[in-house]
């Protein structure tokens, strides 16, 4: 026993003598942080480069580093929204060394330097309300639309994805716009260039012609103040797309590569080949029929006949740096996508060039950026989708006996199809050759000039064009039931888009700090040019002996519209003792759309605006929890043209291409022409906008964020009305100025540091945005409050609608019947409406204004958490309040959808019939208004950053990302997201996996 105490006692002692001899070899680090006050700061990292040694401060901002071997090190203090304070402290054996910091507030998000119209401005200048997103917030994943980018990333800007069609775009709505039926587009600005919104044939949308890789910034204009300076196409707000550049120092090589496959989230809800055959046998029972004969044997889906699993790869390669002192960036990418719909296509090559050369002692400054991209589509035959949903499933997909390239079709012993029988899916996408072929070129060049006699003044001249050809073809075979009528189908189609764009304008910058003042004037001059040129064709037969198809012979070979626009502009920002803003803008636009006679084809938009930096003022600057307090006040006036008629305000004829309408002379016949209505009167609508929004930030920063109220009034919309007869060539106007609307609205962003420590950073950010929009006026004379103009077509009979345009209602509200239900099993009932004007009969004066598709409230959640080299993030996105209507159920849903009237036919119906038991369509119920509210993960996504490898000379990244997560919504069809608010044969939007690599050497 004595011997084990013996041992034991012998082990401690060589362990005490152990630790001596290694403190003995060891010393510390003790020091103190203080912020720029002298105050202490708690929870500052400090850390010892390149080893694993650290201490946080305590909270008098004390810190001790201990067993740090002896030697020489860099000794860092990090703390969130202050700059990192760094020093050498060398560490003796057995002694203590000491190191102490004052930590500096940063300033960089306040100083961040924003682009606005024609110049830039610190954030913390900034007048109006204007939102940027970097690549560095981006969405992540496959996108093949800028758009796409910037996804629930801004309060008030809402971007839905036109389907999931490859290359569709997106439509972006800045506060929910601002016009009747002229364009709802911002205005797109790509390094000075602002983008026409007109089509380009042979792609489905002319923005994803841009490579999304190559853009470094989008900034959102969104008040009159900041976009005013825009003029005529700033009423529905700009957005400036600053691509990336060439950084100092040696070359930056980077390589990305996306691959991903695409699948459908989910399919129409209709009935199974078992529930068909169900369905009418219980119907030949009731009736004594025997439309059980028209019954197939088998159980196809057709929808799973028509989609499939997509992939899609996305490879962007670029090389940047300084060559001989002059800035540059070279890229190039290739995309080739897969649609879910099979046949569709997009493949898409990009190049891009950007220099910045600087001559004359920085004096002269050039910019040049060139890009090109070629697209080549094949456009899937998209009533395939339509057809997948009520072609009948018991039958095959093909048949070896079919004339029509062995595919089930619905036709007699004579082999004559039947003319109410939807084509087979299957046979509508494999006959059907539709190719797409497209370039586009745009870019510029441009020249700031600083005078060296007068260092504040400066010249700034900009040349741009963005030019664009595209044509296609279209080829479907004799034998193909989807062109029986025509004996096939051979048609082409050809235009080219020249838009060129000439600017200059002239800026003095000057401070005068004997008056605390600052003097930023700019005054400018522009010319734009849009012109396009569209070749005619005829269409053919592809049949041998089949000739011209009926009414394809185009009376003329080509059209050239064309239309310019010449503007004149200026601004004016005083700023006196830093913290007070004054800015003015004016612009003058003159546009070749509207008549010269009264200056009607002249507009001006004026803007003014106040900034008070109130973290500034002494009684907030010494603020300990406030680092950023500032007011804004905004008026402006701004300007709507794009989705005007280029012809619109003169008399033009058409010819008449039928044989009705020719006369003969001799043994030649001539076509007639006849006049158009039109309004000499055209002129621009105008948007009246005023704001006021708060910038704030509290703990230097950690969280940030603004909010924003504003008044939108539309003035002199366009509309197409009806008039007296006799009074012009039609009985009604396409487009005349007689309306008036209003959008109010509210915006919240806040950004947030959750977490900021040496391993983690926990980034939030969360907006919210309200709008109300309502009609005010429809009359030329502005007192008729009934006035209404339907819209909103849908499928089913002819010429239906079920929107309305009305004074005193959002536009597009739904316009329909107040349904009666069963009072005991809480079903609709058929054909049974509320009298509401109590006459006692139903008819067009009891429709009603229900809901509309305008969500009230739009918000958007991103999040990023890194841990050390893993990096996880997510954004969803959320509308509440939107309403859609349900046109697949409205159509589908009925017992004569099945069992059809229109000869010996079975159809598919959707699901909705066996909750309903309609036997017709009630196109006009409210049953079909369904609400549409949803929440979207839009995306999720996990990275893991591998720093520098193989000799420390290459860096890799590696990223998984999930598209299109979930949706959680009441909504009863196959998607809540689709702008118009009418629900007819969408194309899925898919779930998308996405596996990344990026190098960078």
Known sequence: MRENYFKKYALLCLMLALSCVAFAQTGSITGKVLDNTGQPLPGVTVGLTSTTLGAPTDVDGNFRINNVPAGSYTITARFFGFTTGQQTVTVTAGANAVASFNLQPETKSLNEVVVIGYGTQTRKELTGAISTVTSKDFQKGTTTSPAELIQGKIAGVGVSTNSGQPGAGATIRIRQGASLNASNDPLIVVDGVPLSNNAISGVANPLSLINPDDIETFTVLKDAASTAIYGSRASNGVIIITTKKGTAGTPQVSFSSKNSIATLRNKVDVLSADEVRAYVKQYDTATGTNKSALLGSVNT????????????????????????????????????????????????????????????????????????????????????????????????????????????????????????????????????????????????ITADYRFPFLKALRANVNLGYDLSKGGGSTYVPFTAAQSFGSFGLSSQYHQKNYNTVVEAYLNYNETFKSIKSNFNATAGYGYYDFRTSNRNFASYGTNSAAPVITNSVPNFAFDIPQYRLLSYYGRLIYTYDTKYILAATIRTDGSSKFTPDNNYNYGVFPSVAFTWRMIDENFLKSSKVLSDLKLRLSYGVTGQQDGIPYYGYIPTYFQNSTNASSYQFGNTFYNTYSPSAYDSSLKWETTQTTNIGFDFGFFNQRISGSIDAYYKNTKDLLSRVFIPAGSNFSNQLAATNVGNMTNRGIELNLNAIAVKTKDITWNVNYNVAYNRNKVTNLSPTGNNSSSQVLTGSISGGTGNTIQVNQVGYSPNTFYVYKQVYDSKTGKPLQGVYEDLNNDGAINGNDLYQYNNPYPKFIMGFSTQFSYKKWTASTVLRAHLGNYMYNNLQSNAGTQNTIISTAGELINNANANLLETGFTNSQYFSDYYVQNASFLRMDNAGLAYDFGKIYRNKIRLNLSANVQNVFLVTKYKGLDPEIVSGIDNNFYPRPRTYTLSLNLGF
């Open 301 to 444: 889906d057709w929808q799973d006949q028509i989609y499939q699993n997509a992939l899609t790869t996305d490879n962007n390669l670029s090389i940047g740096g300084t060559l001989n002192k002059m800035p540059y960036r070279v890229s190039v990418g290739y995309l080739d996508q897969q649609g879910i719909l099979k046949t569709d296509r997009l493949q898409r090559s990009t190049a891009a060039i950007r220099l910045s050369p600087k001559f004359f002692n920085n004096d002269l400054k050039l910019d040049i950026n060139l890009n090109g991209s070629y697209g080549h589509s094949r456009f899937a035959n998209q009533g395939a989708v339509g057809a997948a949903v009520f072609f009948d499933p018991t039958k095959p997909v093909y048949l070896p006996s079919s004339p029509y390239n062995g595919y089930y079709e619905w036709y007699g012993a004579d082999k004559v199809l039947n003319p109410n029988a939807p084509r087979n899916p299957v046979g509508l996408l494999n006959d059907n050759t539709n190719i797409g072929d497209t370039y586009r070129t745009f870019g510029n």
